[in-house]
């Protein structure tokens, strides 16, 4: 059975939904005044790997991504170019879709604008303003009134005295309490506006998602997604409106990924270490960028450096030189052999993503060594329920020979990487004598069965450890 960590009920939960057979979950897509950046990234390839997973254990999934295209951060940069709000968005929209395509991410089953549902975003802050759990201040904006919703903090673990204390409350005379936020803001010259009872203006942020999950799901559905910088304020919001509004839960299961960090620092602007999709597929090939995401767990904190990539470029074409030479296709699985089983198990364990890739690298030592066809099969059709593997070796390898060239590989007279650099071997013999020295046998296991697989033989002598090429 399947097992999500539920961020509101802080453990895993069987995973039961609502429908039976049937899923519905809406994550928090982009807001769309520039190029996406790493941890765009990484949410957009979680989500799409949870809903091929769901699809492969046998759900209807309804997948909504919504993109936020009306933001302070739009209007002033719209402002700054010197172009049009719709062209802005519209251009940075595109190129979303493109990042998205090259890192394999299906399209979703909807991707609402919030331009295109401004009249549901007024009609629920209606029913909080009935319910009095929101109310027009004398400046035109419309706050919710977070200490009429007894629930507030439950998602954050956060109390209303801790939040009064913080340094995160605005400071806003209009707001009846500092801990109110903003439903509505109102007109402000030059900027678009849409018409309200209570006066022109258009949305906050966090209304948008409140209104575009209810139309297109309906007010209590399966899962709902997103970074973990969105758990507060954003998504706690969304539970204060939309069960202010309605009276009953909101969401059954929240799924936070956790951070993007950049040389063990978190990513950030102000920190100067920011990273665009654009400007990492310049560098990377975009399945390695993809497997570099999915080899973490999707709550751990995700660890960018070049490095890291190298490393993940080295391992993806591990993965695709077991399969050269063989015709292998992907296909249906029989969840039933062991395999596959242990496959399943480490999936249904909260998407343990890194347990799964562990098996296909099993997989793949076997590979190398039977050269079975079934087993080739079998491990294109796990690695493309991850959405790994999809192209053909030589596909992959002909894309761009410097891949693995950077990754420590030795290209032959083909220009195609197919062996260890000696520099290369000597460190992983190095790796292998200190994780045996440790004893760290599942280590020097492993480091010994990855030079196998490449063709390296290693012997151990009573002066150390030699090797050659089998």
């Excluded at 209007?75 to 700054?80: D, G, L, P, S, T």
């Excluded at 029913?127 to 004398?138: G, P």
């Excluded at 079998?378 to 596909?395: C, Q, V």
């Excluded at 480091?447 to 050659?468: C, K, P």
């Amino acid at each position: 059975m399947l097992n999500i960590y539920n961020t509101l009920a802080r453990d895993k939960q069987h995973f039961v939904p609502i429908t039976p057979g049937k899923v519905r979950m809406y994550v928090c897509g982009m807001t769309v005044y520039d190029y996406c950046h790493l941890g765009h990234a990484r949410v957009m390839v979680v989500f799409d790997m949870v809903k091929s997973w769901l699809a492969t254990s046998g759900f209807d999934v309804t997948y909504v991504r919504n993109i936020t295209d009306i933001d302070d951060k739009i209007i002033k940069r719209a402002a700054e170019n010197n172009e049009s709000i719709g062209a802005l968005t519209g251009r940075f929209i595109a190129a979303m879709h493109e990042d998205a395509a090259l890192l394999g991410i299906a399209e979703p089953s909807f991707e609402p604008r919030a331009t295109d549902h401004i009249p549901e975003m007024v009609d629920i802050i209606k029913v909080l303003i009935d319910k009095r759990i929101a109310y027009a201040a004398a400046n035109g904006d419309v706050y919710y009134a977070v200490r009429q919703f007894p629930g507030y903090g439950k998602l954050s673990g956060k109390s209303l005295a801790e939040l009064r204390a913080g340094e995160r409350v605005e400071v806003d005379l209009a707001k009846r309490d500092a801990l109110d936020f903003v439903l509505w803001k109102a007109a402000k010259p030059g900027e678009p506006a849409w018409d309200a009872p209570w006066g022109r203006g258009r949305p906050g942020w966090h209304i948008e998602c409140s209104a575009m999950s209810e139309h297109l799901l309906g007010a209590h559905f399966d899962v709902h997604g997103g970074g973990q910088d969105l758990q507060f304020p954003h998504h706690e919001n969304e539970i204060a409106q939309s069960e202010g509004a309605h009276g009953h839960a909101f969401v059954n299961y929240w799924m936070h990924n956790g951070f993007v960090r950049v040389d063990n620092e978190k990513m950030s602007k102000s920190l100067g270490n920011f990273f665009t999709v654009r400007e990492i597929l310049k560098k990377y090939d975009a399945e390695v960028v993809r497997f570099f995401i999915l080899r973490a767990h999707y709550r751990s904190p995700l660890n960018y450096s070049d490095q890291h990539l190298d490393d993940a470029k080295q391992a993806l074409t591990r993965l695709y030189t077991a399969l050269r030479g063989i015709d292998a296709v992907a296909g249906t699985v029989d969840w039933s052999e062991s395999t596959a089983a242990r496959f399943w198990r480490a999936m249904d364990d909260d998407f343990n993503t890194p347990e799964a890739v562990a098996v296909l690298f099993e997989l793949a030592s076997e590979v190398n060594k039977t050269r079975s066809a079934p087993n080739a099969c079998l491990l294109k059709s796990l690695a493309a329920t991850l959405g790994l593997l999809k192209r053909e070796p030589e596909a992959y390898f002909k894309a761009e020979p410097a891949i693995q060239q950077n990754a420590g590989l030795a290209p032959n007279d083909s220009g195609i990487a197919t062996e260890f650099s000696e520099q290369i071997i000597d460190q992983r013999i190095a790796a292998r004598s200190a994780a045996r020295k440790a004893k760290n046998f599942t280590e020097s296991d492993r480091i010994r069965d990855e030079l196998q697989d490449a063709g390296i033989v290693l012997e151990d002598t009573a002066e150390g450890t030699i090797w050659r090429r089998a």
